[in-house]
């Protein structure tokens, strides 16, 4: 016969466990609202999410909250406050350990400073994180940001790069997330090289339609933009 063994916990214990899996619901809540670019429904929920993550003292949670909370302002036009939020982020995840979050917030604070220099140092740090290993988000977001940030810039070559190594990551266990953002990348990186005719219009409309149909509202404009024209 096998018998099971349940851990009993006292009542701190258990409302301790309840209050970290509220928090945890809601900063996944704000993770996904601001993937799928949904930005004003996260900037309401992610404040809820970062005053339990202070009150628990689950500060790496702090960082990611942060660091989020940051592109949805910035989507939202307050660059300065996202800014100043996405440093809070970066030197929280240096302090907490730059694996769990570091590279994604570097993403964003590069997305948010108006300085070259730090855009420049905050894409090299989140490179050598990624390199040196750490958790499996930080490369979507990370690549995600640089393909956005490459896009303002119409740095086509970047925007390749990125969506290589989003690919390439995910090579051995391919997900749709990524091969979308990718091969978004790769089709809007020739259209600003130029490229035009039947067969580029028919993959902006069908990745849009995708992104689309998954609720990732973030991919939308750019496809828009360069639907309108092609």
Known sequence: MCRRRFTVLSL?????????AE???????????TLCGDYAAAALVQPLALEQARQLGARRYEAIILAHQAEATLALNGRDEARALAEQAVALSRDTGAGFCGPLALSV?????????????????????LAGGCVSHNHFWFHRNAIELA???RDWDEIDRHADALAAYTQA??????DLLAARGHVLAAFGRGASGPDL????????????????K????????ALSVA
């Open 12 to 20: 701190p214990e258990w409302i301790a466990s309840r209050r970290h």
């Open 23 to 33: 928090m945890f619901a809601r900063q996944s809540t704000g993770l996904l609202l």
């Open 109 to 129: 604070l590069a997305r948010a400073t108006d300085d070259p220099s730090t855009r420049a140092a905050a894409l090299r740090e989140g490179a050598a994180i």
């Open 151 to 153: 896009l303002q810039g």
């Open 173 to 178: 266990e391919r997900l749709p997330f990524s």
């Open 201 to 216: 219009a028919a993959t902006l409309s069908r990745l849009r339609d995708e992104a689309l149909a998954a609720g990732i």
């Open 218 to 225: 973030m991919a939308l404009p750019a496809l828009d933009a």
